[in-house]
């Protein structure tokens, strides 16, 4: 098969785009026979009713092949003729279906993605460049809540909106720690860790799970018990796509106040946002671990002037009320100066719609509409902080903010309370005691046609250049990043150990990275759930290291 990735890009400025989009379905053809017919009477003849089976298959002869496709992909990354999608979309509705879908990928020489809510950096759940089937489990997000026994079982492609949308239609005093954006899919968002407004309180999303029902790749389902601890502890962190295919998850719900405090404060670096955020990095993370504040920055014009400043937005959720807030910030943190008419009180399903960027009015049935979630395209990275910046180095990153053309986001999060209590080797996600705040940061793309524009080039050489302003002040030895928040400018490589770790130990730390693979080599030992990052197997005996 040829490399369209690589024929768009040496044909794009000779013959335009024109050939791209002839060169897509031709090698969109060339996918669909012969091996794809074979995969799809493979999973016919497997099937317990070939008709349903059929209604579930997708290949890029069918009109609904793209819609389905770019259901949950970057609109301007990857949504274009050039990138390599899959040779056929399956979309589950039952666990033998699935058990089918992997027989006939191996069957036939395809390599699998699974895509659950498809809010993936790189696109790894549904780009690839090889053959390749895509398992989509939209049809698989049935969640069943036990308010009495505060549990919840969550089917693979369900979505944290959902979830937290069923959990508020029965009670204002559970929720779960996840994270803020509705449509991120639970099954990716544990299976890197997970982090969200409950951290402090009562940590991640995978330090919530009680139980998981996996499938191997053998197709052979298993839960906690037959899986084994070693198991359980990988999918919690460690990148679930890389052993198998999660089917569901039972989860702890955790109890929150009927109603808790929200509050933002706006400052720009006039206003004395330096000395501010200084003193956030040392009173935050050891503060009443019922608060959580997200800073967010941005660079913005003043008013009608071609002069920029800097804006941070103190984003703060409280488990308790305002009453109760005010005298802690006040006695600790005067400077932010929050006060009771920038406070409100709120169901806790409120806090997800303001932090997902809704307002606290709308309704929470929003949560669950797919459709609604706006559709975002950028390009992310992520680091941890371990020491407080010092006012110098502050001073560096707002310079370095405002040579950027005001698309960058960057967003601190606090860390500390229940976070210092976990070893990090409690589960794969090692950014536990002695981080203060993780800085996630990324540049959009959504004003431009694609990610290949003159102006989205130089925002991504200016994220990249970032990385060095941000070196002195982030985590060293190594330089910490979130699994979850994938980057292949990480690096790719993974032939050997010395190659996969340049990566695989920023995201998981040498100890639990060595362990993921020797549970890899168990699991997967031929290596058939694979990805440019995903765990790899080696061809040599991995036991001695």
């Known amino acids: 098969m040829m490399n369209s990735g690589l024929t768009c890009s040496v044909f794009l400025l000779v013959l335009s785009l024109t050939f791209c989009v002839s060169f897509g379905a031709l090698s969109s053809i060339f996918d669909v026979s012969p091996t794809s017919e074979d995969f799809i009477t493979c999973l016919q003849s497997n099937s317990n009713n070939a008709t349903t089976i059929s209604k579930l298959i997708f290949t890029p002869v069918n009109s609904s092949y793209l819609p389905v496709w770019q259901a949950a992909a970057d609109p301007i990354r990857f949504d274009n003729p050039c990138t390599r999608k899959p040779s056929v979309i399956v979309t589950p509705s039952t666990e033998t279906q699935i058990q089918a879908a992997l027989f006939c990928a191996k069957k036939h020489g395809y390599e699998m993605r699974i895509r659950d809510g498809g809010h993936d950096f790189e696109g790894l759940s549904y780009t690839a460049n090889v053959p390749f089937v895509m398992l989509d489990l939209v049809n698989m997000r049935a969640i069943d809540i036990n308010v009495a026994n505060r549990t919840a079982w969550v089917q693979g492609g369900a979505v944290l909106g959902e979830l937290y949308y069923t959990i508020s239609q029965l009670t204002d005093t559970l929720y779960f720690p996840a994270g803020i954006w509705a449509g991120v899919g639970v099954s990716g968002f544990l299976s890197g860790g997970g982090y969200g407004n409950l951290l402090r309180k009562y940590g991640l999303g995978a330090d919530n799970v009680l139980d998981i029902r996996f499938m191997d790749v053998n197709g052979n389902i298993l839960d906690r018990k037959s899986m084994g601890e070693d198991l359980f502890w990988a999918l919690r962190g460690g990148g679930a796509s890389s052993f198998g295919i999660v089917l569901s998850w039972k989860l702890r719900l955790v109890p929150v106040p009927e109603r808790v405090t929200l509050f933002t404060v706006n400052i720009t670096l006039e206003q004395g946002a330096t000395d501010i955020f200084h003193k956030y990095q040392y009173v935050l993370p050891k503060f009443d671990r019922d608060l959580i504040i997200r800073v967010q920055i941005n660079s913005e014009n003043i008013g009608n002037t071609t002069k920029k400043t800097v804006r941070l937005l103190f984003d703060g959720l409280y488990q308790g009320n305002i009453d109760t807030l005010l005298p802690l910030l006040n006695q600790s943190f005067p400077e932010l100066n929050v006060t009771r008419e920038v406070c409100k009180e709120v169901r806790m399903v409120q806090t997800t719609l303001q932090f997902g960027g809704f307002t606290t009015s709308t309704p929470p049935e929003v949560l669950a509409n797919r459709s609604a979630i706006p559709r975002l ?16 180095g502050l001073r560096k990153i707002w310079r370095k903010i405002l040579q ?8 601190m999060y606090t860390f500390g309370g229940k976070m210092e209590e976990y070893s990090e080797t409690a589960i794969p996600y090692p ?6 705040y993780q800085v996630f940061r990324r540049v959009d793309f959504i004003d431009q046609p694609s990610d290949k524009t003159a102006i989205s080039r130089r925002r991504l050489a200016w994220i990249r250049s970032f990385d060095k ?7 060293k030895n190594p330089r910490e990043a979130y699994s979850n928040y994938n980057d292949l400018d990480l ?3 993974s032939a050997t150990y010395e190659e996969a ?11 639990n990275f060595k362990k993921l693979i020797r549970i890899k ?8 759930f694979r990805h440019p990052q995903s765990i790899p197997v080696f061809s040599t005996p991995f036991s001695d290291m």
Not at 379 to 391: C, F, H, L
Not at 431 to 436: F, S, T, Y
Not at 469 to 475: F, G, H, K, N, R
Not at 501 to 511: A, L, M, N, Q, T
Request: glycine share 8%; no cysteine; charged share 30%.
């Open 377 to 392: 395209s950028y390009k992310g990275k992520s680091d941890y902080v371990r020491t407080p910046i010092p006012k110098s």
């Open 469 to 475: 302003t941000l070196e002195p002040y982030v985590s």
């Open 491 to 493: 690096g790719v490589g």
């Open 404 to 411: 950027n053309d005001k698309s960058e986001t960057l967003f």
């Open 431 to 436: 950014h536990r005691a002695g981080v203060l």
């Open 521 to 528: 080599a168990k699991v997967d030992p031929k290596n058939f």
């Open 501 to 511: 770790s340049v990566w695989g130990e920023r995201y998981w730390k040498r100890e």
